[in-house]
């Protein structure tokens, strides 16, 4: 960290050893001011991130039944939602019309 | 023809879930509905490691994270919101009525934000700030709930802003229903203390009413409204719900049982929200609704913890770095990270991984 901005990644796991080292010498984590929390739920990190995400539109003027799911890239649904109000569409954005909203 | 827009933020749901989810529960509103949906899977365009602080921004911009450049939460946004600002300032700068509620990096508010028809920043925001004011007690409540619940949910309510908020109840819009089941969880909580984990959906709940009273009342041309309770459940018992993901479990059954309806309880509550917003929309059928998740999530490792290390008191963390308590600033984060801003001279290096926590220092 240097003036600004600093982000610590905490969240380390059933630690055995119960000491913070900080400039070659160890120090119990309350000298510190961490906390090895005991977690209630024995929960862990069991899913992460992928990619792939889900996106559903519901138009109550069409109930007509879709069968197919394509594949899009989320950063379609912006130039779509510009374009869906007719205002000035931004020069980065790259529009590709979404069945559903254009 | 232009048509308003619900945007529906149900943060990291995966198509698996969805699918998951409708076949189990044909009768739920959101399996009745799906067929008749325009349905997408969307792909994240962003390198290197995901994380919803990135991947939102990239949804909202239009631009993947090598241009957006937003890697935590709570960075300075000033300049990227010129380049490439999120959709809801595009909008309401071109004179379309609009609506934020939670959207990832909606904190700080923007200089124009009474300008909305309403504005609820994330809970990530550092303070209560929010439009019409008369929300900022909700918020207020909302924020402080959030903060003591990060690893571990709270098992106290915070009854100061807790009766702040019940004093505005009429304006917020919180229904009969909803109080219900507030007292139906409160009452479970006392015969099975596990459930207390299902707070943190309850917080949503809460927030869903107010946002609806705002659409009824408003009727927006298009609005946000953000939500991480399946995600957060997701991430917790994933492996309860499915077991056959792992090579390796060594997970045990009384832990799978306790816990293997847990994402179905999250989803169960969106498929209410569904149910409103699209009755919502039948009676009002200029609008359509988008759901979107912007990335998902898939299994990773059946593992159970015992503890996690967390900061316990940062006035000593800093006292420790021989920072003084105007040379730092808490900045609002996820767990497990932890932000802060601060004023010091000269370099401290935090190393982690997993297992590992390191700090040196240096001129």
């Avoid at chain 1, 912006?78 to 254009?102: R, T």
């Avoid at chain 2, 609002?332 to 590992?356: D, L, V």
């Amino acid at each position: 960290m240097e003036n600004g901005f600093f982000a610590v990644d905490l969240g380390q796991k059933n630690l055995k050893e119960k000491v913070i080292q900080f400039d070659g010498t160890n120090y119990s984590f309350e000298e510190t001011g961490f906390e090895n929390m005991e977690i209630d739920d024995h929960s862990g990190s069991t899913a992460y991130h992928i990619p792939e995400g889900t996106l559903v539109i519901y138009d109550p003027q069409d109930k007509s039944i879709k069968k197919e799911i394509s594949q899009i890239p989320s950063t379609a649904l912006v130039p779509s939602i510009v374009k869906n109000f007719d205002i000035p569409m931004p020069a980065y954005l790259k529009y590709q019309p979404i069945a559903g909203i254009n | 023809m232009m048509r308003k827009i619900i945007l529906f933020e149900l943060n990291e749901v995966p198509w698996r879930v969805v699918k998951y989810y409708c076949d189990k529960n044909p009768d739920s509103t959101f399996a009745k509905i799906l067929p008749q949906c325009f349905k997408y899977e969307t792909v994240t365009p962003d390198q290197g490691h995901l994380s919803p602080w990135i991947t939102w921004p990239t949804l909202h911009r239009g631009v993947d994270n090598t241009k957006h450049g937003i890697g935590d939460l709570n960075q300075d946004l000033e300049q990227v919101n010129k380049d490439y600002p999120p959709i809801w300032q595009i909008l309401q700068k071109n004179g379309i009525k609009t609506g934020v509620f939670g959207s990832m990096h909606s904190s700080p508010v923007p200089s124009d934000f009474r300008k909305y028809v309403f504005y609820v920043p994330d809970a990530f925001a550092v303070d209560k700030t929010a439009h019409p004011e008369y929300i900022e007690p909700f918020q207020d409540f909302n924020l402080s709930m959030s903060r003591e619940s990060a690893r571990n949910v709270s098992g106290g309510i915070n009854m100061k802003t807790g009766s702040q908020m019940l004093m505005k109840v009429p304006q917020l819009g919180f229904k009969m229903n909803t109080f219900f089941d507030l007292g139906k969880q409160l009452l479970d909580e006392r015969k099975r203390p596990w459930v207390r984990t299902r707070r943190r959906t309850y917080q949503v709940v809460l927030a869903f009413d107010v946002f609806m009273k705002q659409m009824r009342k408003s009727k927006p041309q298009f609005v946000t409204f953000f939500s991480n309770h399946v995600a957060s459940s997701m991430h917790r018992y994933w492996a309860a719900t499915f077991p056959g993901d792992y090579k390796q479990f060594d997970i045990g059954k009384d832990w799978v049982d306790t816990y293997k309806n847990e994402i179905d309880f999250t989803m169960n509550k969106f498929d209410k929200f569904f149910s409103e917003m699209v009755a919502f929309a039948n009676e009002n059928p200029d609008y359509k609704i988008v759901v979107a998740s912007s990335m998902g999530q898939a299994s990773t490792v059946a593992e159970l913890l015992d503890s996690q290390l967390l900061m316990g008191n940062e006035a000593k963390f800093f006292e420790f770095l021989k920072m003084d308590a105007s040379q730092w600033k808490h900045v609002p984060s996820m767990f497990p990270i932890q932000c802060y801003h601060h004023t010091r001279k000269g370099r401290i290096f935090c190393q982690s991984t997993e297992t590992y926590f390191h700090c040196r220092t240096a001129a």
